[in-house]
């Protein structure tokens, strides 16, 4: 019995869809579990996953375009002549995936890191070989071509294992300077976040109309709550200088 030509051109493009799902979740699982084993950063993972599920779904869009009877000799014949229109729109996707690249080789960040770049923070949450993904403060997801890293200068707040926690305050110029001092910095070594070396610092700037302008230091090892910190130092603040006015 002769199989209808039509049916099996179907039979084979379902063959090559489902395959190519498989495939991509397959490759997901596999990259996952075995870099999880050998602990190696999910950054990696991410561009690596995104490298191989792109190959596959080139090859399986070639196979069903062959079996559907259309020539893609013809069509890289007419892509050669439309060749320049392309090639401007292929320049930022390798320009993306060039810097993609760097980024993974310098480790400049990864997965995790809070970064800023062309006004946006955010906490990284995907890296893959086109764009990076962050999310805001306020939850917002953005996603930034990877040539913006190439081209403008970004900040990585978590690079370090450090991070000084700054407060500005202005002291009116009733309270004593000295003991009010002494108050703040012992209060500031209390905090489990705060290192005991460097010792958490008043340092008097300047004076102003109304008082003395400082500024409040103490380092932690994690930088990734400076901004809680500072919160949490600023209450501390208002309860001393509450407790000193009575």
């Known amino acids: 019995m002769e199989i209808n030509p039509y049916l099996k051109d179907i039979v084979m493009i379902l063959i090559t869809i489902i395959a190519t799902i498989i495939l991509t979740k397959g490759v997901t699982y596999f990259l996952k579990?075995?870099?999880?084993?050998?602990?190696?950063?999910?950054?990696?993972?991410?561009?690596?996953?995104?490298?191989?599920?792109?190959s596959i779904y080139v090859i399986a869009i070639s196979l069903i375009l062959k079996e559907l009877g259309i020539d893609i000799t013809g069509i890289a014949v007419s892509l050669g002549i439309v060749g320049v229109a392309v090639g401007f729109a292929a320049r930022d996707i390798i320009a993306n995936f060039i810097s993609g690249m760097f980024i993974l080789a310098d480790k400049s960040f990864k997965v995790g890191d809070t970064i800023a770049v062309s006004n946006q923070k955010g906490e990284v949450t995907k890296v893959g070989f086109r764009v990076t993904?962050?999310?805001?403060?306020?939850?917002?997801?953005?996603?930034?071509?990877?040539?913006?890293?190439?081209?403008?200068?970004?900040?990585?707040?978590?690079?370090?294992?450090?991070?000084?926690?700054?407060?500005?305050?202005?002291?009116?110029?009733k309270f004593d300077l000295e003991?009010?001092?002494?108050?703040?910095?012992?209060?500031?070594?209390?905090?489990?976040?705060?290192?005991?070396?460097?010792?958490?610092?008043?340092?008097?700037?300047?004076?102003?109309?109304?008082?003395?302008?400082?500024?409040?230091?103490?380092?932690?090892?994690?930088?990734?709550?400076?901004?809680?910190?500072?919160?949490?130092?600023?209450?501390?603040?208002?309860?001393?200088?509450?407790?000193?006015?009575?």
């Open 179 to 246: 003991e009010l001092t002494i108050d703040i910095e012992k209060i500031l070594e209390e905090f489990e976040w705060v290192n005991k070396s460097p010792k958490p610092k008043v340092m008097l700037l300047e004076l102003s109309d109304v008082g003395v302008k400082a500024k409040i230091t103490a380092w932690t090892s994690n930088p990734k709550y400076v901004a809680h910190y500072r919160s949490l130092m600023a209450e501390e603040l208002k309860k001393i200088l509450v407790r000193e006015n009575e």
């Open 133 to 173: 993904t962050i999310t805001t403060p306020d939850n917002s997801v953005i996603t930034i071509p990877n040539s913006a890293f190439s081209t403008s200068p970004y900040s990585n707040y978590t690079y370090m294992d450090r991070r000084r926690v700054d407060l500005g305050i202005t002291i009116p110029y």
């Open 33 to 54: 579990k075995t870099f999880q084993k050998w602990d190696i950063d999910i950054t990696v993972i991410q561009v690596l996953q995104e490298i191989i599920n792109y």
